[in-house]
């Protein structure tokens, strides 16, 4: 069940104090559950409707090259050459990284004579390995801690510059990778105040994680996801170069003012206008510079923020939980994330995933304490049971008298197996738990919800 806009309704009792002695009234609060995508910025991720015929030219093309590429289905050393292979190891050896040489013997044997879109683009264990989508996720785009927004140069973002040809696309990569200095919230390894490279925020990929890397992989995941990035970047430009070379950029420039230079504020403006009359919003993938924004905001007035201890600035997917402050004792709310996290089984969450916290209601009929969660799940919705075991285990042990509220981008899909969590296995096994779906009871497995 992942999650775009989703609305549950909950059932509670008010009473003011001259009424206090007859039948509570019975009201109904509005929640709210949005995974906003703070870190989705690719402005051709879907097709939509444009003005210029020039985009609906280059989109039927890039199809067509992905799906009967042809003779375009050259080797990757012709896009990302063997001279960029060495200047990436360059300056992986500034940046001290070890196994490079079984670095140069994978270019030579795994990567370098691949096809671009056959064997590297088409290729679903690169996926798997997470060795394109973790390294995009932390430098795609980059919210720095005073609130300055930093692209990757890549065709895949709101970069605002211009690529005038390969050479210069990659000078402008590899600066950015290896140059450049950015203090982003919570950055680990790193004191407080002080700024890290963009190289420094890549994370390890850990096969007890992400099984389908390989312990050889592992043990090389941070030059190896540096080199599958460089790839990937190099093909997607090459290819948008080959099918409309003078318009693709022009073509990018206005879908991303469009689409996603304005995303914070319509958010804001939505949840203003739409859903100014929640008891709860839960959020997930925010950035750290959206809570900011929130927070010296005007929807500041009306609720209060809760997010996790540690913010992650770098990934940028915190959950957060935004309570009605007129509804609730503000200084009755505690953090309990801790608590769960703790009670978590087989699964590691990555900082800012969850948040949970208790608070109290003004209700003066029976003055109800509510247990409230927050959680974005794995891209295989892995993570999504063993967490919301440990959630049901902390309400059940700790918080009976609570009423759990629980919103979550699940990462759920229409098929169950090993490797991906069903929508129907996973709300079989809540509503054993005695939870209900705002998405139907039981939820359309056919149904998209993101």
């Not at 806009?5 to 206090?20: I, K």
């Not at 190891?89 to 500034?94: A, D, F, K, Q, S």
């Not at 919230?185 to 002080?194: M, P």
């Not at 540690?310 to 990934?315: F, L, Q």
């Amino acid at each position: 069940m992942t999650s775009h806009v989703g609305s549950e309704e909950v059932a509670v009792t008010d009473m003011s104090p001259s009424h206090r002695h007859q039948e509570c009234e019975m009201k109904t609060w509005l929640a709210a559950t949005w995974n906003i995508a703070a870190v989705n910025n690719n402005p051709f991720e879907y097709w939509v409707t444009h003005n210029d015929p020039a985009y609906n030219k280059m989109m039927i093309d890039v199809q067509d090259f992905i799906d009967e590429p042809g003779n375009r289905d050259c080797p990757i050393h012709e896009v990302f050459t063997d001279e960029m292979f060495n200047q990436l190891v360059e300056n992986l050896t500034i940046m001290k990284c070890s196994g490079l040489d079984k670095l140069k013997d994978t270019w030579v044997a795994e990567y370098r004579s691949r096809k671009i879109i056959s064997g590297f683009l088409k290729d679903r264990s690169i996926g798997s390995k997470r060795l394109i989508s973790m390294p995009d996720r932390v430098t795609n785009t980059i919210h720095a801690a005073d609130g300055t927004i930093f692209y990757r140069p890549t065709a895949i973002n709101c970069y605002d510059g211009n690529f005038e040809n390969k050479a210069a696309w990659w000078n402008l990569w590899q600066s950015f990778i290896f140059e450049t200095q950015i203090l982003v919230h919570n950055a680990k390894k790193r004191a407080e105040g002080c700024p890290c490279l963009v190289f420094q925020m890549l994370e390890p990929i850990l096969k007890c994680k992400y099984p389908a890397i390989t312990e050889e992989e592992e043990m090389i995941c941070i030059p190896l996801q540096t080199l599958c990035l460089a790839i990937f970047d190099a093909i997607i430009i090459h290819m948008l170069d080959t099918v409309a070379l003078h318009k693709w950029q022009v073509l990018r420039k206005s879908l991303s003012e469009a689409l996603y230079k304005g995303k914070e504020r319509q958010i804001i403006e939505i949840l203003s206008r739409t859903y100014k009359d929640a008891a709860f919003v839960f959020l997930q993938e925010v950035a750290a510079s959206f809570v900011k924004k929130v927070e010296t905001g005007s929807l500041f007035e009306d609720f209060i923020v809760f997010k996790p201890a540690k913010m992650d600035g770098k990934r940028d997917q915190n959950s957060i939980i935004m309570v009605k402050r007129e509804l609730f004792e503000l200084n009755s709310a505690r953090d309990v994330t801790s608590e769960i996290l703790a009670a978590v089984e087989g699964w590691q969450c990555s900082d800012g995933d969850l948040v949970a916290y208790t608070i109290q209601s003004r209700d003066l009929c029976n003055a109800t304490r509510y247990l409230l969660v927050s959680f974005h799940g794995d891209t295989n919705g892995l993570a999504t049971l063993p967490v919301v075991r440990a959630v049901h285990a902390v309400a059940s042990n700790t918080y009976s008298d609570h009423a759990l509220v629980f919103g979550l981008d699940a990462n759920t899909y229409r098929e169950h197996s090993a490797t991906y969590q069903g929508v129907s296995h996973f709300y079989d096994v809540i509503a054993s738990m005695g939870m209900a779906s705002c998405w139907g009871t039981p939820p359309n497995p056919v149904n998209p919800t993101t």
